[in-house]
């Protein structure tokens, strides 16, 4: 089974605002960048977002290590959230109803192919790939919705 690094992170001006997703993808040496924007969203989406389309990018079962800043997205998986709430007829434990349940029903669809591992990262403390990702997600808001979202690089090598 391929081996594949998945760094993955969202963006939002404003929450909800104008919002960015971005992710790389690194596999044998190989870089794949990809990003998008939403033009009314919300932080959590485009998180779930950077990770649905990296995992739709790749095409046949992988094993994936996924990077992320994002508590939300990581501890829905390795905290049992996802099996819970499907459990309860997509209900949180307080008996509301799961916030993007159409993203995260999107997710679990792309999860029956791969083999994930998650890792998190605190967003914004130097790691270079999240760093990128962030850099990416908020040009991509910048772009479409002309808010400038970007950090320099001199920011981004501080």
């Known amino acids: 089974m391929a081996e594949v690094h998945l760094y993955t992170d969202g963006a939002c001006s404003g929450n909800p605002g104008p919002g960015g997703w971005a992710c790389v993808l690194v596999a044998n040496q190989q870089v794949r960048v990809l990003s998008g924007f939403d033009p009314a969203t919300t932080n959590n989406r485009m998180e779930l977002m950077g990770v649905i389309q990296g995992l739709d990018a790749l095409k046949r079962p992988t094993q994936v290590h996924i990077t992320t800043d994002s508590t939300y997205v990581k501890n829905a998986f390795t905290e049992g959230w996802l099996e819970g709430w499907q459990r ?11 916030k993007n349940q159409d993203l995260w029903l999107k997710l679990c669809h792309l999860q029956r192919m791969h ?30 919705s002309g808010r400038d979202e970007r950090s320099t690089l001199a920011e981004l090598l501080k």
């Open 115 to 144: 083999v994930l591992t998650w890792e998190w990262v605190k967003g914004h403390s130097g790691h270079s790939f999240n760093e990128i990702c962030d850099s990416y997600a908020r040009t991509a808001i910048q772009e479409k």
């Open 88 to 98: 309860n007829g997509w209900k949180t434990s307080s008996k509301e109803p799961v």
